[in-house]
C-alpha cells in the first residue's frame, strides 16, 4: 500500500476476506453435526477476529503503540506492514524490504494450502465411510485419527504465521485444547459404534501426528 491508501478500516475488506475464508472451508469441511458446527463456527470465528485487525482496527498495534515506537522509531505503526509483527520483531522482512516475501510468511503459505489440502482430502473419504456407515480409515485417516482437527490447527498457524494479533494469540491454544476434547468425544463415540474395529484401528493409528514410515499393521 503506498502513502494514500488508507490501511485500516476497509470493512468491506474484512467482509470479503472473511467470507472466502469460512466459505472455502465450509465448501470442504460441510458441517452436519453440532459437534461439526462448534469445530466450524471456532474456527470462524478466529478468521473474523484476524481479518477485523488486519483491515478493520489494529487493535493489537494500538496495544503495542509505545513499545513499538520506542523499540523501532522509524517504523510507522499505522502501514499495512507494521501488523506483519513477525518480520518487524525477528527481522524477517524478506526480498527488498517486503515482509510479504519473508521466509515465515511464504512458510505461512505451506501450512495454508496444506491444511486445506488435508481438510479436502478428509472430508472425501470421511463422507463415503459415512454413505456406506463404515470406519473411516483410509487417505489421510490411513496415517491419523481426526486429520480434519488437524487441517484447521494447520489453516490457523498459517494465519498466525502472517498476522499475529492478541486475540488470534489467545485464541490459539483454547481452540487446540478444544479440538483435543472433541476427538476424545468423537472417538467415544466411534468406540461405542464400531467396538473391536475402533480398537483396533486406534491401536495402529495416531490421534494428531502421524508415524515416520509405514502405517503400523494389527492382526
Not at 31 to 55: C, H, I, K, N, S
Not at 88 to 114: C, I, Q, W
Not at 127 to 150: C, D, F, K, M, N
Request: hydrophobic fraction near 50%; proline fraction near 5%.
Amino acid at each position: 500500500m503506498n502513502d494514500s491508501t488508507p490501511a485500516y478500516g476497509l470493512w468491506s475488506l474484512v467482509l470479503l476476506n472473511s467470507a472466502i475464508f469460512i466459505m472455502f472451508a465450509f465448501s470442504f469441511f460441510k458441517p452436519q453435526t453440532a459437534r461439526d458446527w462448534r469445530t466450524f463456527g471456532a474456527f470462524a470465528a478466529f478468521v473474523v477476529a484476524l481479518f477485523v485487525e488486519m483491515y478493520g482496527f489494529p487493535l493489537t498495534i494500538y496495544l503495542l503503540s509505545g513499545w513499538l515506537q520506542t523499540r523501532y522509531p522509524g517504523l510507522d505503526i499505522l502501514s499495512h506492514d507494521a501488523g506483519h509483527l513477525w518480520a518487524t520483531l525477528l527481522g524477517d522482512k524478506g526480498f527488498g524490504g517486503d515482509p510479504h516475501s519473508g521466509v515465515l510468511h511464504l512458510l505461512s503459505y505451506a501450512f495454508l494450502g496444506g491444511g486445506f489440502w488435508l481438510l479436502s482430502s478428509a472430508w472425501n473419504v470421511l463422507y463415503h465411510a459415512q454413505r456406506r456407515q463404515t470406519l473411516a480409515v483410509s487417505g489421510p485417516y490411513e496415517r491419523i485419527r481426526h486429520p480434519q482437527y488437524v487441517a484447521f490447527v494447520l489453516i490457523l498457524f498459517g494465519f498466525l504465521l502472517q498476522w499475529p494479533t492478541v486475540l488470534t494469540l489467545l485464541m490459539f491454544p483454547v481452540l487446540l485444547v478444544m479440538y483435543g476434547r472433541l476427538a476424545v468425544t468423537e472417538e467415544s463415540e466411534m468406540r461405542a459404534r464400531f467396538g473391536a474395529e475402533f480398537e483396533r484401528y486406534a491401536a495402529r493409528t495416531p490421534r494428531f501426528v502421524p508415524r515416520i514410515g509405514r502405517p503400523r499393521e494389527t492382526a
